[in-house]
């Protein structure tokens, strides 16, 4: 059973443009997410988290959204560049445990 | 943050063999996990290692075939026991620096393991 799920396994948007990666989750205990950007060859490298008391969080050019009711959070990279090319895969966790939950990772292709 | 090494970062092995990857971290951590990344897949967690105390283990994972050893607080190896092709995978190191969940972890670059 899959408890997050990332339905998109790749996404390609032009440079300068905003880049929406979403995320889905089964789970109700889960108060802590996060998003993770992969290069290939390297381990995964932190982007953004949110706390389940919030419904946005933003750094620089990346925002996180949650919707608790629809069990739904997504990664919007505005503006997006080359650079953001990239396998990004959302994660989750219960309150108090160390154990992270990933979704299978979208693959972002930004077109320059 | 911190700086995770992983070695090896790749290799090629024959089945019924073992291989112990090592993971070294820039900074004294209470808690190291190992994930496993098979082809396609997602990041699964195959077991949290405290120093001073035996792994704990995911459904799926036992220790015959990834003992763990955690001999410090910056030091841990996982062995990949007695390989078939389906062990062929990427594992990663990953340690929480403040201990107490909730917070992001950090990753080592990973070691793509190939059985042949």
């Known amino acids: 059973d899959q408890q997050v799920k990332q339905n998109s396994p790749s996404l390609s948007v032009q440079e300068g443009r905003i880049s929406i990666l979403n995320c889905d989750y089964t789970n109700s205990m889960f108060d802590y997410f996060l998003w993770y950007k992969k290069y290939p060859a390297e381990g995964p490298t932190f982007l953004i988290s949110?706390?389940?008391?919030?419904d946005k969080n933003e750094d620089g050019r990346f925002t996180v959204f949650l919707n608790k009711s629809a069990k739904h959070l997504s990664l919007h990279i505005v503006p997006s560049q080359p650079g953001d090319s990239a396998v990004y895969f959302c994660a989750a966790s219960e309150a108090g445990t160390y154990k992270y939950i990933f979704g299978t990772g979208t693959r972002l292709k930004v077109l320059a | 943050s911190a700086v995770i090494s992983q070695k090896p970062s790749r290799d090629i092995c024959q089945r019924g063999t073992s291989l112990t990857i090592q993971c070294q971290v820039d900074?004294?951590?209470?808690?190291m996990f190992w994930y496993r990344q098979q082809p396609g897949q997602s990041l699964t967690l195959i077991a949290t290692a405290n120093q001073g105390s035996e792994a704990t283990y995911e459904s799926g994972f036992v220790i015959d075939k990834f003992p763990i050893s955690r001999p410090n607080l910056t030091f841990s190896t996982l062995t990949v026991s007695n390989m078939s092709p389906e062990d062929s995978s990427i594992y990663l190191c990953s340690v929480d620096l403040k201990g107490f969940g909730n917070t992001e972890a950090f990753f080592g670059q990973g070691t793509r393991l190939t059985v042949v």
């Open positions: 900074s004294q951590v209470t808690m």
């Open positions: 949110i706390s389940s008391i919030k």
